[in-house]
């Protein structure tokens, strides 16, 4: 079974014209869409697939400025006030909660470590604690163990990945904008260097502007703008458990696995990091950008298998606007989760928190993380035609931080001052030399 996923109705046609079309009804698109609807723009959420269907329903829904990377700390914390907003002013109930996250472990480099993200995370003003032995094992008391120590992150939280961008899309169409799934956006229309409309499949939407969001086929829409976009796609599985074990946190972390309670009372397994690098002719191409992560990571990520060059996302090839794009036999990218890295984090969450072993399978499934060389996003306005914003390549921490991305582009798009820190973000730092690794 693939990750679940709630479904929603589409607006009928797509309309003749809008101030805004969004491209990509991930989490990050739906934001926006929101975000600039809000403003009291006319709005075009358009998405090839289901709303959510990719990254955005097949992550673990952490939503944390514990051990995030400076450069992205803002938009973390942003992001948290967000989600309440978000929830507040839609109606919808995003199953989002600051039900605070537990960090365990026994490797003191790795307490040094989030001693160190401790001691700038509180400067910044984040709430966080360390955890001696006696509290991480009482936290972590569930795993049956005594830890030299952890974390304790009580204002962070999870938001319900099966639901959170599909009703978000919802509420963007109460509010008047409009939502457009199985529609694949093929490219995009200039009169005078300037965005002048949107060729769908199911017609041509006129507009200024233009945010794509598109996850992981953004650096190949980008391609046929003539825009280089470095990316790289990285193939995580993760798995749930049926509900049960209530005593276990429900955000919980340690080397051995991360679990995460879901808003049905399932388990959500995964073991950080832990994924496949599947060579695609786009990341083919950027390989040498991608060497220093690749590298600082190879105790966790090994090589995949051929499919995925197959399966149209980062494609080196041009497409015709008025011929059926990869984007169309390949509505929702959903690569076959890898079966020994199931079968592993099955067995250490279940060596991790014992009472996990009577719970049985719900689902199990895979998903391509949209990775920059530097493992920051681009939000930019981007070097094309003017009236494009680019909002991709959140490299594994673009769920929780969704609600302030989305937030950014939005306030890019109407040339606004915007309360999210941006520097950083822009694509022009991949193009210069040696990009700086996000750090935790
Ligand atoms: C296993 C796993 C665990 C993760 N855990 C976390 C976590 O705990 N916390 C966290 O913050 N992040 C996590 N992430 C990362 C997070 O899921 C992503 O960063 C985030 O969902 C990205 O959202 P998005 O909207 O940019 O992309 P996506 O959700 O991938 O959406 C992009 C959408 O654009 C559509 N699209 C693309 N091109 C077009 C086009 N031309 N026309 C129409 N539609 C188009 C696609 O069909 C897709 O639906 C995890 C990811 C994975 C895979």
Not at 96 to 114: H, I, K, N, Q, T
Not at 249 to 275: C, I, M, N
Not at 304 to 310: E, S
Not at 398 to 410: I, S
């Amino acid at each position: 079974m693939p990750a679940p996923l709630m479904t929603i109705a589409s607006t009928p046609e797509p309309p003749a014209t809008a101030d805004v079309v969004v491209i990509g009804g991930g989490i990050v698109g739906v934001c926006t869409a929101w975000f600039l609807r809000q403003a009291g723009l006319s709005v075009a959420l358009i998405e090839k697939g289901r709303i959510g269907a990719e990254q955005s329903s097949r992550n673990w829904g952490w939503c944390r400025q514990q051990n995030r990377d400076a450069r992205l700390l803002g938009m973390a914390t942003a992001s948290l006030t967000l989600w309440e907003q978000i929830m507040a002013d839609t109606g919808e109930d995003l199953g989002f909660r600051r039900c605070g996250l537990v960090y365990v472990s026994d490797d003191e480099a790795e307490l040094e470590g989030w001693a160190k993200w401790c001691d700038f995370g509180r400067a910044a003003g984040v709430e966080t604690q360390m955890l001696g032995a006696d509290a991480a094992s009482d936290r972590g008391g569930v795993t049956g163990k005594r830890w030299r120590g952890g974390v304790w992150a009580p204002t962070d939280g999870i938001a319900d990945t099966a639901s959170a961008a599909p009703r978000i899309a919802r509420a963007v169409m109460a509010a008047g904008g409009s939502v457009h799934q199985f529609c694949a956006a093929r490219g995009i229309e200039t009169e005078a260097g300037r965005i002048a409309s949107v060729v769908t499949e199911s017609g041509t939407i006129r507009t200024q502007a233009v945010v794509v969001a598109g996850g992981a086929w953004t650096s190949s829409f980008c391609r046929q703008l003539g825009i280089s976009f470095p990316q790289a796609t990285i193939r995580a599985s993760a798995l749930s458990l049926m509900p049960g074990a209530p005593d276990v946190p429900d955000a919980f972390h340690s080397k051995e696995a991360t679990l995460t309670r879901r808003a049905d009372g399932a388990l959500t397994l995964a073991v950080s990091q832990l994924a496949r690098v599947d060579p695609t002719p786009q990341s083919l191409r950027y390989a040498w950008r991608f060497l220093p992560m690749f590298l600082a990571r190879r105790d966790v990520l090994s090589a995949g298998d051929l499919r995925a060059m197959f399966s149209g996302q980062e494609t080196l090839r041009h497409w015709a606007m008025d011929k059926p794009t990869p984007m169309e036999r390949h509505r929702i990218l959903d690569p076959r989760p890898d079966a020994d890295t199931v079968a592993r984090i099955l067995d250490q969450a279940r060596r991790f928190v014992p009472q996990l072993t009577t719970l049985p399978v719900q689902a199990a499934w895979s998903g391509f993380i949209d990775s920059t060389p530097d493992g920051l996003p681009v939000i930019d306005a981007a070097p094309g035609p003017e009236g494009l914003v680019l909002a991709s390549g959140f490299s594994g921490q673009g769920f929780g931080t969704g609600p302030g991305a989305g937030r950014l582009a939005a306030d890019l798009v109407m040339g606004r001052t915007s309360t999210i820190p941006s520097a950083g973000l822009e694509l022009a730092r991949l193009h210069r030399g040696r990009a700086k690794v996000a750090g935790m």
